[in-house]
């Protein structure tokens, strides 16, 4: 079982929208309504961002508890991680915790219009490839496979929902 926890308030339609893709794939997926939190104190004021690992830390004292396989995190912060200006999402390779970030998944953040669906299906892949990280799988070549390394949106849009031939799992 796949366990889908909010860090803060996450949108319940965009929680349950990805925990019924997560299903598709990686079978029963729950969403516990527990919210989890990252000490603001971790807050990077002149970045405006959080390092992941903090976020990476409280999922792995909330695993010790939790009964899940995988343990997938949501956040609408802005995460970072040394040597990158900014990351989508981050996972423990082979490990049961990983954690996305909605805040540049999110079309407004580009300027442009909100829009629901898309942020739904960027969400639904980001979910998917941290996932697959989880279980395993590592950074893919295939540019239309979910295990291709997303270095901006256009690469996240770019790539479909599907796992390729060899990912597949
Ligand atoms: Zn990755
Ligand atoms: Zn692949």
Redesign the pocket.
Known sequence: MIEIIQFGDIDVHLLQNICKEVEIVFGECVTSGKKLQVLREYFDEKRRQYESRHFLEVLARHAKNSGAEKILGITDEDLFTPGLNFIFGQAYMSGRICIISTHRLNPGFYGVRENEALLLERCAKEALHELGHCFGLEH?S?RR????FSNSITDVDKKTKK??E??RI
């Open positions: 893919c295939d496979c979910i295990m291709v796992f390729c060899k990912c």
